[in-house]
């Protein structure tokens, strides 16, 4: 940390540093060797199908799990070396988006706003009330925040659970697949206020999801991962344009391909012969 | 043959792990039980929820079971024309038995049942992830303050218990059946003891509170964050706490009473 | 704000429920009251056997608790049991013929030592000693004589 504030003029341009991250459940390699560079004050996407472990890549950066080789660096400090302190210290500086919003039940929407501000500052109520006021005037809800959780459209609650992530003006923000079961004009939304957000104040935005439309409409970079490997990475349209059959089938959403449409099996006869 | 081997085997190393894990639970917990005294207004929360909800079936179940109390009692003891000391019976068998022990399995059921089922639900649905990722330790923040309120709770409720239940004994014995008042209150001021009696029922109590709100809110937190696995979470509270309360009982009572 | 008002409210009258509870236990159901008036002068009496009777067991004169027994003790010279009692100072005329013996409430409840006063016109102090005492009556021992004398008969 203080090497980084005796040099605050020239911030390294890479805030995240993954390299040869190597990370297993059980026997099974979820990621086997990804390396990757999430520039400062840019939208990274990554991309992949379900279950390849884009939440899990994010847990990696957030030090809520840990890798059994490579290392992971956010603003020069390796993220799996730290103690609870420091990592605490870190967290204080990343926001996350969760899947479903996560906000916490017992708690309106304005609380829920001011949890990280009354955790983690000794501001005046007043303050913490026109802090959280302004960041729900960001997402658009200040007229909701008297509303409950279970209130809540879905799309709100992402909204609401934006506004928490932003409390506290981190450095970067995580986004779990935001856009996954919205409608469509809630995603449109989502979208711009991403985008709004990430250019307003100047933030890291690392977006994981598999909407490949908005996520490329509005990334700067892009990492497509499948099978524990970066299959392609590069701006938007380098991405779009990849000759990797398998990017192309999960860009165009192809129902076959070299990702095949059957689970591996046996001839259809021989199983009915058999059965 | 070897199969079930196996099985005993694996099981009882699961065991041994979810015993370990436990512990460790426990120490991270207890870190933060110095921090909540000065916010204590998230202890008072969880008292409400634990204690003030549970005060009506405690007090209901305490007046009956005192009341059976009174009517077993009279017609055992009036057989040895001892019925005087009916009030000694309903005192001794609730302040040093059915306080502790009925009060935590109520607790158990009431209060520990809906621990686990809300921090495994805030498990399920990422509030927990969101609270660490938030930098706030959610073993601190959600976990020890319910710690605290179940170990403050218990005790309190099972004096209640006992205190209603002598009062119901009371009804029964000297209302109904035509105790003596005076002897009724006498004899048990005589032959209850302070020390002996009282005040190890009360540490009874704070030792059941302690474990029963211990199970529930590691079985809430080392649930399957799943919907199907928050209940089974729970059935195991209740069962698994009922156990270690009537086990800790025996142990209790043979090391107080035993001589 | 309303509403954690309203919570705090209730936990306060909890805890005080909870409280009351506890101080009825100690007050109303035990013996609280019993252990704090410990002041009083100690006599001493010499028994044969002394059967049941526990430290704090009640010594009653015609009814009446006038203390405690506060220790008991055995002599190695008269294998006797030694008993100290702790005598209320209200109680400070009970004359020195005073037989002191031990008894059982009802047939199978707590011994007692009761007190039967003299006729003598000076009284116990501190330290002394009754001279006439009763060992409990130990019921193996009368089940015994009286099956003797049944057999006798
Ligand atoms: N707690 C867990 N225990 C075991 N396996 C898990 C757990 N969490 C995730 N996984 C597995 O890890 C893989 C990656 O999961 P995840 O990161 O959630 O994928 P994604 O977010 O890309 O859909 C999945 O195949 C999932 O089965
Ligand atoms: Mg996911």
Redo the contacts between chains.
Sequence with gaps: MSSNQSEPDSPPQTLVKIRGLRYFRGSRAIFDGVDMDIKRGKLTAIMGPSGTGKTTLL?LI?G?LRPQQGSIIVDGMEVNKLNHRQL??L??R???L???G????DLNVFDNVA??LR??TRLPESMVRSLVLMKLQAVGLRGAHKLIPSELSGGMSRRV?LA?AIALDPMMIMYDEPFTGQDPISMGVLVSLLKNLNDALNLTSILVSHDVRETLSIADDVYVISEGKVVEHGPADVVQKSGSDWVQQFIQGKNDGPVPFHYPAPELIDDLMHG | MLDQLQRLGSASLNTLERLGRGHLFLLNVLTGIPGLFLRFRLVIHQIYSVGVLSLLIIGVAGLFVGMVLGLQGYNTLVDFGAEESLGVVVALTLVRELGPVVAALLFAGRAGSALTAEIG??KA???L?????????PLH?VVAPRLLAGFIALPLLAALFSAVGVMGGYFVGVGLLGVDEGAFWSQMEDKVDLFDDVLNGVIKSIVFGFVVTWIAVFEGYDTTPTSEGVGRATTRTVVHSSLAVLGLDFVLTALMFGD | MEQSRVIQIWVGLFVAIGLASLFMLAMKVSNISALTEQDGYILKANFENIGGLKIRSPVTMAGVVVGRVSSIDFDRNTYEAVVFMTIDFKFDNIPDDTSASIFTSGLLGEQYIGLEAGGSQDYLKEGDSFTLTQSAVVLEKLIGQFLVSKADE
Excluded: I
Aim: charged share 25%.
């Design positions: 847990r957030g809520q605490y210290e967290r204080k990343m926001g996350m969760f899947q479903n996560a906000l916490l039940t949890f990280p955790e983690h659970a928490r | 639900l805030m649905t990422e509030q992830s969101a609270m660490e990722m938030m930098a706030v330790d923040r």
